[in-house]
């Protein structure tokens, strides 16, 4: 079974970066559909970006901030962000199913596969 681990996760100020790495073992990522949700206290898990062999999609509230890649060498896909603000601190998540589009990819429930989650803290 995919197991995957993220990481990178931490404390940063209002303004800054920060880039979370989803590595995984046993099958190369490239045969799934990847995607990052979010989910902040009190809040329900939102779909973040989605990264498959044809295609990348991001959430339109992200308004460019986000970037997802994938290393196929080393089998990680990354989240970069940049001008992180307050409301994105949460716990983020890699999930992961075997597809090579990013259909209905916002959908928590069609994932097969879930990382542990790191947790972002974006305060002052």
């Known amino acids: 079974q995919l197991q995957l681990v993220e990481s990178g996760g931490g404390l940063v100020q209002p303004g800054g970066s920060l880039r979370l790495s989803c590595a995984g073992s046993e099958f190369a990522l490239e045969d799934y559909r990847i995607t990052w949700f979010r989910q902040a206290p009190g809040k329900e898990r939102e779909g973040v970006s989605c990264i498959s062999r044809w295609e990348i999609k991001h959430s339109a509230t992200l308004k460019g901030r986000f970037t997802i890649t994938r290393d196929n060498v080393k089998n990680t896909v990354y989240l970069q962000m940049i001008n992180l603000q307050p409301d994105d601190t949460a716990v983020y998540y890699c999930?992961?199913?075997?597809?090579?589009?990013?259909?209905?990819?916002?959908?928590?429930?069609?994932?097969?596969?879930w990382g542990q989650g790191t947790q972002v803290t974006v305060s002052s």
């Open positions: 999930a992961a199913v075997q597809d090579s589009r990013c259909l209905s990819w916002e959908s928590a429930a069609s994932y097969i596969n």
